[in-house]
């Protein structure tokens, strides 16, 4: 298994006042394929150089086949930024990397399109949204705000974002665009609830917001790929299925 770098995990650089606060780098041990990211920790580093076998720099961004489906994991916290033009090449070359996968799925912890008041300052992420629409990437996956929200096929292409609001996850299967979820209500407090019943707050990119607890799973075959959304009950609360 693999895990995503989040803000609680790899935020806390000073290890003389927080720890525990990488701990994220002891206990996941990811593919090392990803850029050199200088890992600027503050304090005695030399424990968690020691856990993770001296990978700091990089195994917080990295690339993974699972069956006929390409992975791409970012790091997408504020000490990194994916503006800049060596970074954004890596990003670039891993999503090529991924051409002739059936499925190309992204994931990172801060959602670039998201309804929340809550983090609403925080969707710096879409710097990158143009190289989803470069490459095809199916579905990007994040979390940080706290709920469950899908937007609309999104493509960014010369600075224009275009919303593909026709998509329809039971009639037209093949999403123009890239689908953006925010997969965060597995836990913590949930923010916002009250946007998901006020349709006229959301964002013109939002398809779906839903209340309460609920997490994400992924059926993944040759030539589907359903994601469905099922509350603490196990009842599905949304669904959508594409088709290559």
């Known amino acids: ?23 994220y780098y002891a206990y996941w041990h990811q593919p090392l394929d990803g850029p050199v990211a200088p890992a600027r920790i503050r304090g005695d580093q030399n ?28 790091d997408s916290n504020t000490y990194l930024n994916w ?7 890596w990003l670039d070359q891993a999503l090529e990397a991924g051409r002739t996968a059936r499925w190309n799925f992204v994931v990172f912890h801060h959602p670039p399109y998201h309804s929340s008041n809550k983090k ?6 879409t710097s990158i949204a143009d190289l989803m629409t470069k490459h095809g990437v199916d579905v990007v ?30 009639g037209q299967t093949k999403a123009p665009g890239t689908i953006y979820l925010v997969t965060g209500a597995g ?15 959301w964002k013109p990119f939002t398809a779906v917001y839903k209340q309460n607890y609920s997490f994400t799973l992924l059926e993944l075959l040759s ?11 196990g009842q599905e609360i949304d669904r959508f299925t594409l088709v290559k």
């Open 141 to 170: 996956l994040s979390g940080h705000v706290h709920n469950y929200q899908r937007s609309h096929p999104i493509s960014v292409s010369g600075g224009k974002e275009t919303i593909h609001r026709n998509f329809s996850p039971r």
């Open 120 to 125: 609403a300052d925080e969707r710096y992420m």
């Open 47 to 74: 424990p968690i150089l020691a856990a993770s076998g001296n990978t700091l720099d990089r195994n917080a961004n990295f690339t993974f086949w699972w069956g006929n489906s390409h992975w791409v994991v970012l």
């Open 223 to 233: 030539n589907t790929a359903t994601f469905r959304q099922l509350d603490a009950q």
């Open 187 to 201: 836990g913590a407090p949930l923010y916002d609830q009250a946007i998901a019943l006020a349709k006229p707050k």
């Open 1 to 23: 298994s693999v895990g995503t770098a989040g803000n609680h995990d790899t935020a806390y650089r000073d290890v003389s006042r927080r720890k525990d606060g990488l701990a």
């Open 83 to 89: 503006k800049s033009a060596p970074l954004r090449a």
